[in-house]
Nanobody
Framework: VQLQAYGGGLVQAGGFLRLSCAASGRTVSDYVMGWFRQTPGKEREFVAAHTGGSRTYYADSVKGRFTISRDNAGNTVYLRMNSLKPEDTAVYYC????????????WGQGTQVTVSS
C-alpha cells in the first residue's frame, strides 16, 4: 500500500485546510485509516481515524474542529480542519491499519501544516 498525503500549507489562525490522503496498490476501503501529527522534539500523536464501517474517532484536542471522511470508494481519506490554532502546526501523516488490532502498518510521507497567529 502506498499513501500520498497532500493539502498542507500556511494558514492564519481561525482558518481552515483540507488534507487528503490517497491510497494505491491495494484497496483499503475495509481498513482503518487515520491521521497523526508530529512536531519537532515530540512524539507523533493521534489526530483522527475512520474505520471501514464509517465510525470516526478524534483526539480531544481536535474534536469539534476537525472532520475525517472518506470518498465513496474508500481509498481516499480527508481531514477537514476548521478553526485552526497555532498549536495545530505540525507535519501531518496519514496511515492505514491493514491488520485489525495491530499497529498502523503503512504510512504516507507527511504534509506540513503551519498556522500563524
Amino acid at each position: 500500500v502506498q499513501l500520498q498525503a497532500y493539502g498542507g500549507g500556511l494558514v492564519q489562525a481561525g482558518g481552515f485546510l483540507r488534507l487528503s490522503c490517497a491510497a494505491s496498490g491495494r484497496t483499503v476501503s475495509d481498513y482503518v485509516m487515520g491521521w497523526f501529527r508530529q512536531t519537532p522534539g515530540k512524539e507523533r500523536e493521534f489526530v483522527a481515524a475512520h474505520t471501514g464501517g464509517s465510525r470516526t474517532y478524534y483526539a480531544d484536542s481536535v474534536k469539534g474542529r476537525f472532520t475525517i471522511s472518506r470518498d465513496n470508494a474508500g481509498n481516499t481519506v480527508y481531514l477537514r480542519m476548521n478553526s485552526l490554532k497555532p498549536e495545530d502546526t505540525a507535519v501531518y501523516y496519514c496511515a492505514t491499519q491493514t491488520r485489525p488490532g495491530y499497529e498502523y502498518d503503512y504510512w504516507g510521507q507527511g504534509t506540513q501544516v503551519t498556522v500563524s497567529s
